[in-house]
């Protein structure tokens, strides 16, 4: 006794499951390739702000060319940076973790901000919380005229 198989069809629900996969596929690398973005924006403006801060210091010594920069002075100047740049509008839930200086010359600068990436939202509702340092050194060089 044979049973007949009737195979109209399965072509269809295969072709609908791979373009399902492939279309998932994308989407997360899309997502990928937005918090990507994201961190690098955030990055480029941890080493303006660092760089913006490591111009707030004072001269110790205006022979020997030497220069100190306080904790406090590079905070200020990393906020008012930030202020004057409008950041909230590019940077959801922006915040400066820290600022910290290190040698009396180099200023480190941390930020967060948060990433949300397209159409994904429905999945991570939060977005994704991104993190950047910038660096920056103040050098002052004896210029002979």
Not at 41 to 61: C, E, G, M, N, Y
């Amino acid at each position: 006794m044979r049973l007949a198989k009737n195979d109209d069809g399965q072509t269809s629900v295969f072709v609908i499951g791979v373009t399902m996969v492939i279309l998932l596929f994308a989407l997360t690398i899309t997502a990928i390739m937005s918090v990507n973005l994201q961190h690098r924006k955030l990055l480029s403006l941890a080493d303006s702000a660092a760089q913006s801060a490591a111009t707030a210091f004072t001269i110790v010594d205006p022979d020997e060319f030497s220069v100190t920069i306080t904790n406090a002075s590079a905070s200020e100047q990393v906020s008012q940076y930030l202020q004057a740049l409008d950041t909230e509008q590019h940077f959801p839930n922006l915040a400066v973790q820290s600022v910290r200086v290190v040698g009396e010359t180099t200023v480190q600068v941390q930020l967060t901000a948060t990433a949300h990436p397209p159409i994904v939202n429905w999945v991570i509702p939060d977005g994704v919380t991104v993190v950047a340092e910038g660096t920056a050194r103040t050098q002052l060089n004896d210029v002979a005229q």
